[in-house]
């Protein structure tokens, strides 16, 4: 508990210094998670208990939104709301995509960045007008009404895509997983267990102290760097398809000296 003292008085106050400068408080949140974040010098905070306040604050945002939901009010500006908040949600999930495909990334992935990008700022855009005021106007309504929408679409995305990551997940042989984040690894890897009880977890980890944390609680097969996992990986294939050891030994060679070479 002590740990996390830093953590709530850092919030508070860049929050107040945030209202100060008659800026949001979400700016002093924001900046604060910056500060404490592992990509940061300086504090490094529990990743695992940041995590969990998040989640409630991100509920109470929730909240704030539906206290303005009114199906009458929705209603009323339906015909520009709904086709807006479409084809907006369109545009962004198509340029999610496009960039992140330019990037390297699968389309799995560039498809779900796109919808995060769709839907990033629809709460913090609506706690400036909801602080200065602003939400009885028509043109305030239009943008709460669009909120609505992005909020209802979310939420059927969300459903489809749990239901096609079960799936995709109860026919897995294998799941990998390279996250540095140990209370998170352990939900994924409960909930495939819970699909695919045969299925063949792998573990990346980015650091000793995490390698060893993920061992004691035998969530899969655990592997430090680049070069172990390589070597994992291949005795794996090897004992699938019972290939001959020299096969596998040449192979196996030439990988380590291509990671090597990258590394360099």
Sequence with gaps: MLSSLPILASRWCLAFIATRFRMLS????????????????????????????????VVLLTFGVGLYFSVGDLMAVRCIAVPSTIVQIALAVASGIATASFWGWSINVSLVFGLCISIASTVVLLRTPEAKGLLKSVNDQIVVGRFIVEGLVMVLVLILYEVLTQVHVARAARLF????????????????????????????????????????????TVFLDECELAHGMITHTQLHLRLHTKDVQEFS???????????T
């Design 177 to 220: 997983i390279a996250i540095s984040d140990t209370f998170n690894i352990r939900k994924m890897v409960e909930i495939a267990k819970t699909l695919n009880s045969s299925i063949f977890v792998i573990l990346r980890t980015h650091s000793e102290e995490e390698a060893e944390i993920l061992r004691k609680k035998s969530l899969g």
């Design 253 to 263: 060679s030439g990988i380590t000296q291509a990671i090597r070479e990258g590394g």
């Design 26 to 57: 979400l700016v002093g949140y924001l900046l604060t998670g910056i500060m404490i974040s592992p990509v940061t010098p300086g504090f490094l905070a529990d990743v695992g208990f940041a995590c969990q306040p998040d989640e409630i604050g």
